[in-house]
């Protein structure tokens, strides 16, 4: 992004704060939680994602935030179980021929 473009969406994010009462980031950064957790009511809800449309450093923030609630979750599961030895495939045909009644292959 250039530094026009930059400037460009910092001050319509000030001017959509002024004038539609935007949350500020402070205020934003105490719904992060709810947010994620859907617990806002809509009208917090639709607040705050107004900021975060307007505000690159709460956007990235968020985006941080929820990665790492997906990495700590991930973390937090059980790990798979090692893959064991396959079974030889004679023993699995035997096996199913015993099951069948018939005679192993040989
Ligand atoms: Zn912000």
């Not at 994010?13 to 205020?27: A, D, F, Q, R, S």
């Not at 009208?43 to 450093?57: A, K, T």
């Not at 937090?76 to 179980?81: D, G, L, Q, S, V």
Request: with cysteine; proline share 8%.
């Amino acid at each position: 992004m250039n530094v026009l473009a930059r400037i460009q969406r910092f001050l319509t994010y000030w001017v959509i704060k002024v004038t539609h009462g935007m949350l500020t980031c402070g205020e934003a950064d105490r719904f992060m939680v709810d947010y994620l957790e859907y617990r806002l009511d809509p009208e917090v809800r639709e607040r705050f994602e107004n900021h975060l449309e307007n505000c690159i450093c709460c956007k990235d923030f968020l985006a941080a935030y929820r990665r790492t609630v997906e990495l700590a979750r991930a973390c937090a599961e059980p790990a798979a179980p090692p893959a064991g030895p396959r079974m030889p495939p004679a023993l699995m045909e035997a096996i199913i021929a015993a099951r069948r009644g018939a005679a192993p292959p040989s």
